[in-house]
C-alpha cells in the first residue's frame, strides 16, 4: 500500500497569509495526487486533481504543484472561508485508494 | 453538478450488518465508478471501497475485505454497501463519492460526495 504523509498536522494562520502544506508519497505516484477541504460536520470537497489541475469552481488562489513523491498545496491568501481541514489522496495504486492524515488549518 | 444521498445509517450490534444505499441525480450514473468512503468520529478518512461503472468490478479496502460488498443497480441510479460482521470499528460516517474519470478502472478522484450517513456498531 501507498502511504501519504501531509506536514504539518496543523498551523495556525491569520486570513492574508500565504499558506503551504506538504503531502509525501511511500513511492513516486506520479501526479495522481489529489486534495481535498473538509469542514466540521461537512463532506470533503474536491479542490485539485491530478496533482495541479483546479476543480471546476474552486477559487483560483488554491494552487497544487509536485510530482513523484513530493507534492504541495498553496494558499495565496488565506480567506476566512478555508479554514478548514484539508487531505491529499493518492490515485495512482489501487486497491487501496489512500488519504493523508490531513492538515487543519486554524485562525490565528 | 450533480448529487449524492446517502440512507441507510444507524445503529446496530457487533456482529451485525446493515445495507447503505446511495442515490444519484444530476449526471450519467451508469458511465462512472462510485465509491464508499468512511471517516471513524475525530479521525481522517478511509477509502473503502470503488465499483466500476458497470459493477463488474469491485475493490477494497484491507480492513473491509471479506465483510463489506459494493453493488449498483444503475436502473435505480444507485450504489449499495453492503456491511456483515461488524465491528466497534467500523463505527463512522459513510459517504458515497463518485468517481471523477468517465469508466474510470481503478479509481481516481472523488467530485461528488454525499452528505453522509452515521453508521454506529455498539452492544
Known amino acids: 500500500d501507498i502511504q501519504m504523509t501531509q506536514s504539518p498536522s496543523s498551523l495556525s494562520a491569520s486570513v492574508g497569509d500565504r499558506v503551504t502544506i506538504t503531502c509525501r508519497a511511500s513511492?513516486?505516484?506520479?501526479?495522481?495526487l489529489n486534495w481535498y477541504q473538509q469542514k466540521p460536520g461537512k463532506a470533503p470537497k474536491l479542490l485539485i486533481y491530478?496533482?495541479?489541475s483546479l476543480q471546476s469552481g474552486v477559487p483560483s488562489r488554491f494552487t497544487g504543484s509536485g510530482s513523484g513523491t513530493d507534492f504541495t498545496l498553496t494558499i495565496s491568501s488565506l480567506q476566512p472561508e478555508d479554514f478548514a481541514t484539508y487531505y491529499c489522496?493518492?490515485?495512482?495504486?489501487?486497491?487501496?485508494?489512500?488519504f493523508g492524515g490531513g492538515t487543519k488549518v486554524e485562525i490565528k | 453538478q450533480g448529487l449524492l444521498v446517502e440512507s441507510g445509517g444507524g445503529v446496530v450490534q457487533p456482529g451485525g450488518s446493515l445495507t447503505l444505499s446511495c442515490t444519484a441525480s444530476?449526471?450519467?450514473?451508469?458511465?462512472?465508478?462510485m465509491h464508499w468512503v468512511r471517516q471513524a468520529p475525530g479521525k481522517g478518512l478511509e477509502w473503502v471501497a470503488f465499483?466500476?461503472?458497470?459493477?463488474?468490478?469491485?475493490f477494497y479496502g484491507n480492513s473491509v475485505k471479506g465483510r463489506f460488498t459494493i453493488s449498483r443497480d444503475n436502473s435505480k441510479n444507485t450504489v449499495y454497501l453492503q456491511m456483515n460482521s461488524l465491528r466497534a470499528e467500523d463505527t463512522a460516517v459513510y459517504y458515497c463519492?463518485?468517481?471523477?474519470?468517465?469508466?474510470?478502472?481503478?479509481?481516481?478522484?472523488?467530485?461528488?460526495w454525499g452528505q453522509g450517513t452515521v453508521v454506529t456498531v455498539s452492544s
Open positions: 463519492a463518485k468517481d471523477n474519470m468517465v469508466q474510470g478502472v481503478i479509481g481516481d478522484a472523488f467530485d461528488i
Open positions: 444530476g449526471f450519467t450514473f451508469s458511465t462512472y465508478g
Open positions: 465499483i466500476r461503472y458497470l459493477g463488474g468490478n469491485k
Open positions: 513511492q513516486s505516484i506520479s501526479t495522481y
Open positions: 491530478a496533482a495541479s
Open positions: 489522496q493518492q490515485s495512482f495504486s489501487s486497491p487501496p485508494l489512500t
